[in-house]
């Protein structure tokens, strides 16, 4: 079965860190732009982050300089590593796979089921 898997989330306190992961079983994302969404409680799903297949990086303006994607095609995995994590980041993380190899909106073409973070003391 094609599909991507996301992992790493959980609870984690103000001030902390996590890294997810988003590896593809059955699908390779080495030709994909993958990017990372995150949908809270009631709010719209946000692009937060998406890297080129030449390992080029973009950051949404709301989590820019707390965020750091990155690949490794080895492992068919991109990882999200977020620092100093709030409250209002709590939400379902999601990793999809663009279409095509740039982070262009191209289209969607495979979503991850999404993974929990909930930031609380």
């Known amino acids: 079965q094609l599909k991507l898997v996301e992992s790493g989330g959980g609870l984690v306190q103000p001030g902390g860190s996590l890294r997810l992961s988003c590896t593809g079983t059955g699908f390779t994302l080495a030709s994909h732009a993958i990017g990372w969404f995150r949908q809270a409680p009631g709010k719209e799903r946000e692009g937060i982050s998406c890297?080129?297949?030449?390992?080029?990086?973009n950051y949404g303006d709301s989590v820019k300089d707390r965020l750091t994607i990155s690949r490794d095609n080895a492992k068919n995995t991109v990882f999200l590593q977020i620092e100093r994590l709030k409250p209002e980041d709590t939400a379902v993380y999601y990793c999809a796979a663009e279409t095509g190899p740039d982070c262009s909106g191209s289209g969607i073409e495979r979503w991850g089921q999404g993974t929990q973070v909930t930031v609380s003391s």
């Open positions: 890297i080129d297949s030449d390992g080029t990086t």
